[in-house]
Structure formats: C-alpha cells, structure tokens
C-alpha cells in the first residue's frame, strides 16, 4: 500500500483546480505577475494546505504543478516545491483557524501606493471599507521572522499591504481571499488616478463614512 493512499485525494483534486483558476484570473488582471504572488488554501477533510510551487509561471499553472504541505511545512504531495513563502501561508493559517485560504498577490496600484506613507483616503464606499488597511514595513520575505510579522500585523483583518512589496489577503475562501485582493486593488487604483490629477477631491459624506463604520463593527462585509 502506498503511502498516498492516507492522501484525501478529493480534497486535493478540489482545491488545486480551483487555486490554478483563481491564480489564472489574477494573473491576467495583473494582481500576479509571472514569479510573484502565490496562494494557498486548506485542503479539506485534512490538517494539509495546498499552495503554488516556487519559481514557477504562473501564467499557465496546471494542478498538478502545485504541491501540498504538512503543519511543519514538508511536502506530502506533488513534485515541487512550495513557495518560498510557506512560512507566512502556514502562519496565517495557523493564528487564524476560521480562514481557509491567503493569497499573495503584487497588485500595482496596491504596490505603488504602499511606496508612500500616507493611507488610502475615503473616496467610495470600499476606501471607506478598507480604512486603516494595515501595512508592514519592508523585510526579506524569505525570513523566518516575516512570516511572525505578517500575522502580527494583519491582526483580525483581511488584507496587508506589504510596503515596497505586494499584499496579502486572506478569507474563508480562495475566492473570498482573492475578492478582497480586487477591492483593494480597486481602491489604490482610483486614489493613484485621483492623486494624479491633483487637486483636493471631495470625499465620502461623513454620515457614509460613518455608516460604512458601524457595518464594520457588526462584522459585516463587502463581500455578501
Ligand atoms: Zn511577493
């Protein structure tokens, strides 16, 4: 008997077709780019998760390229290796047990904002939403202590912007995870054009902001 056989094949089959379509869309909106970003999510009915491998394109991934790992990190399925950023996906997922998947993304409106110091302004209903969004000042991803730093930064929020790198988002879905991504991204985007232009923009209505805060409050989300 192999030892695959204690493997919850479904489970696997599952997530990594829908982590390779997910990380498709991402890739063709430009929130990952060809080596950078990467996702992960729980594997069903198992203590594993199953993410992209390392150094890899992520232009056109297969579900067989993508690997699965242990708690400790070691490979128990596929050929590859996980992505050098395991020890933040493995953490996250740890200190936060009602998630179930995190993607990294390098988003560049998201990226370019997290250049400069100053937070997103409330300019929509989703500025609004994502006020305070957490940062973490630049480190080497490939650190060990990263990975601490990351779960400490984000809290009991849903997106980081990583400065001078990317973000990260998690949810209790890889598509709920890779939504916030978008909204995000969407936000930076339109305070990116509005800085451009110049000027003083009018901002939400302080009853909006308001509201939109108290929505926050009672845990409710953007995403339905
Ligand atoms: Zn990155």
């Known amino acids: 008997m192999g030892e695959s056989s204690a493997l919850p094949e479904q489970g696997l089959r599952q997530v990594s077709a829908e982590i390779c379509q997910i990380v498709a869309e991402l890739y063709r909106d430009g929130l990952i780019t ?3 970003g990467n996702v992960s999510a729980r594997v069903p009915g198992s203590d594993l998760i199953c993410m992209t491998p390392s150094g890899q394109f992520k232009g056109g ?5 993508l690997v699965a790992v242990d708690p400790s990190g070691a490979v128990v399925w596929g050929s590859g290796r996980p992505s050098s950023e395991v020890d933040m996906h493995l953490a996250l997922l740890t200190a936060r047990p009602t998630l179930n998947a995190v993607v990294h993304s390098h988003p560049p409106y998201t990226t ?7 937070p ?3 300019l929509t209903v989703i500025h609004a939403y994502l006020e305070g969004l957490p940062r973490l000042p630049f480190r080497f991803s490939q650190d060990r202590a990263f990975a601490d ?9 849903d997106a980081l912007i990583l400065e001078n790198h990317g973000l990260v988002t998690v949810g209790v879905s890889i598509r709920a995870a890779a939504t916030m991504a978008y909204l995000v991204e969407e936000a930076a985007h339109l305070s990116y054009l509005t800085r451009l232009l110049g000027g003083t923009p009018r901002l939400l209505p302080p009853d909006a902001l308001e509201r939109v805060r108290q929505m926050r409050r009672r845990g409710r989300s953007l995403l339905g």
Do not use: T
């Not at 991934?61 to 390229?65: A, R």
């Not at 730093?149 to 929020?157: F, P």
């Open 34 to 36: 060809a080596v950078g």
């Open 61 to 65: 991934l297969q579900p067989e390229d």
């Open 112 to 118: 370019v904002l997290g250049f400069f110091p100053e």
């Open 120 to 122: 997103l302004e409330p």
């Open 149 to 157: 730093a990351v779960v400490a930064a984000i809290g009991s929020q």
